[in-house]
């Protein structure tokens, strides 16, 4: 049996065997409630925000404009949700609530310092000197995520009902 070219090309085609490589989504811009990790339960939190925010991480000179945009942002709404959502709210809390909302403020760290730190090196590997500046929140990133597994299992709660970013 012979097959011609055409047609064989064309089942290539259609079965997506020769299709386009698909070019890599970009990060959207989304609600704080969208992309907070705080909620549910201590133990991953470094985990969920590399889940939250997908870039490569090996080659993070292509990461586009944008993207960059959206994570320097969402650290910025990370941040203020550290000042304006989780500080006064623990403040107003007891018991059990406070523990979570604790829990959850750590959470929100590793959030607000991965992001910090993703934007560092991104700057850093597009010709921007941010060595001194990575080490010193390499570091403050590290001691939240240890706190963090330290409290793994105990409620984690966010702040999404009070403040929106």
């Known amino acids: 049996m012979r097959f011609s070219a055409s047609v064989l090309l064309t089942s290539l085609l259609a079965s997506g065997a020769l299709a386009a490589p698909v ?5 959207t811009a989304q609600s704080y409630a969208d ?17 939250k925010f997908p870039i490569d991480m090996n080659n993070l000179a292509s990461v586009s404009d944008a993207d960059h945009q959206v994570i320097s942002d969402a650290r910025q709404v990370a941040e203020s949700a550290e000042t304006d959502g989780f500080n006064p709210a623990i403040d107003a809390a007891t018991g059990d609530a406070a523990t979570a909302l604790q829990n959850g403020k750590i959470k929100n760290k590793v959030l607000k310092l991965q992001l910090e730190v993703m934007d560092l090196m991104i700057s850093q590997a597009q010709g921007t000197d941010e060595t001194a500046k990575i080490a010193e929140e ?11 597994k330290k409290n793994a299992g105990q409620a984690s709660q966010g702040v999404t009902d009070s403040f929106t970013g």
Request: glycine residues 6%; proline residues 0%; neutral net charge.
């Open 23 to 27: 070019a890599k989504r970009a990060l």
């Open 35 to 51: 992309f907070q990790v705080s909620d549910g339960v201590a133990g991953n939190a470094q985990a969920e925000v590399l889940a």
């Open 138 to 148: 390499q570091k403050k990133l590290d001691t939240n995520i240890a706190t963090d």
